[in-house]
């Protein structure tokens, strides 16, 4: 766990020990004092509606619980913060692995490569991973016209293979240039194929695309995980939002007083923050 992610941990730690409600059980004289002041009601707070609990949940998580006076809008911020923090953190982190595997590939494998540097999509460089080289683009360059390669070994060799499995029949003759199939299936390779200023090849140099491989899964994980911290913050503020209108409503039904009572909960596990939410819901016992 790196040095700023165990400091935002710790901080976020203090924050909601100082701030949470102690899990142990209230006494009964506290727990029905809580009570009695909840029945009571504060009038600013109960003077909330729904729809405003709501906005400004759904805009800051935790907004409408401190507006409804409710402790638990500490866990939501404080989710909301970590979540940020990490999002940041593991989407700069993907960038930068990002930079050095085009880097490795443009410093080893382009060197085949003609004219300026020009990066690729993420497809192009995830096929330079798995094929040891491009291959030609024109087999036969001296010739007229585009000459396939043969090789399938390479990229551009299995591209054509597949050109000629969609569009040339089995048992048709591929060395018939002039036919229709041909002509289409050419016109798919020349169109997927890697032209020379994408050309690369690991040939001699089986170390470096195996490190260029690891780069990639590496990149791809932070940005998978950064996309994933969108989706927490996301769900984050919906839940926030919910649970502030519902607890609205609720308090407003029932008179200022919610029979309903909502606890949430957050801290730290390791490299992660644990959520936790409960729902008590009174029966009366005859």
């Known amino acids: 766990m790196g040095l700023r992610r165990g400091c935002w941990l710790a901080l976020l730690?203090?924050?909601?020990?100082?701030?949470?409600?102690?899990?142990?059980?209230?006494?009964?004289?506290?727990?029905?004092?809580?009570?009695?002041?909840?029945?009571?009601?504060?009038?600013?707070?109960s003077s909330v509606g729904a729809g405003r609990a709501f906005l400004f949940s759904a805009l800051v998580p935790g907004a409408g619980q401190r507006m409804l006076g409710q402790s638990r809008w500490v866990p939501y911020l404080a989710l909301e913060a970590w979540a940020?923090?990490?999002y940041f953190d593991r989407a700069r982190h993907g960038r930068a692995l990002e930079r050095r595997y085009k880097d490795l590939a443009w410093s080893v494998a382009r060197l085949v490569s003609s004219g300026p540097r020009q990066d690729g999509p993420f497809e192009y460089y995830e096929?330079?991973?798995?094929?040891?080289?491009?291959g030609a683009y024109d087999a036969e360059p001296l010739e007229p016209g585009l000459q396939p390669e043969q090789d399938t070994a390479t990229f551009n060799g299995k591209v054509w293979e597949l050109a000629r499995?969609?569009?040339?029949?089995?048992?048709?003759?591929?060395?018939d240039t002039e036919s229709l199939e041909y002509f289409l299936a050419l016109n798919y390779y020349a169109?997927?194929?890697?032209?020379?200023?994408?050309?690369?090849?690991?040939?001699?140099?089986?170390l470096a695309q195996e490190r260029f491989r690891?780069?990639?899964?590496?990149?791809?994980?932070?940005?998978?995980?950064?996309?994933?911290?969108?989706g927490l913050i996301l769900a984050n503020h919906m839940v926030s939002?919910?649970?502030?209108?519902?607890?609205?409503?609720?308090?407003?039904?029932?008179?200022?007083?919610?029979?309903?009572?909502?606890?949430?909960?957050?801290r730290p596990?390791?490299?992660?923050?644990?959520?936790?939410?409960?729902?008590?819901i009174p029966v009366p016992w005859r």
């Open 214 to 230: 690891e780069l990639i899964h590496e990149s791809d994980e932070s940005l998978r995980e950064a996309t994933t911290m969108l």
């Open 84 to 86: 940020w923090v990490r």
């Open 165 to 175: 499995s969609i569009y040339l029949p089995a048992g048709a003759d591929a060395t």
């Open 127 to 134: 096929a330079m991973g798995k094929k040891i080289a491009s």
């Open 241 to 266: 939002a919910v649970d502030a209108f519902i607890t609205a409503r609720m308090r407003a039904a029932q008179g200022g007083a919610p029979a309903i009572q909502i606890e949430s909960g957050l």
């Open 13 to 45: 730690a203090v924050a909601l020990v100082a701030a949470s409600p102690r899990e142990a059980a209230p006494q009964p004289r506290a727990q029905e004092a809580r009570f009695a002041a909840a029945e009571a009601g504060d009038t600013a707070s």
């Open 191 to 206: 169109q997927n194929a890697t032209p020379p200023p994408f050309a690369w090849s690991w040939r001699g140099s089986p």
């Open 269 to 280: 596990d390791a490299d992660m923050l644990l959520f936790t939410m409960s729902i008590r």
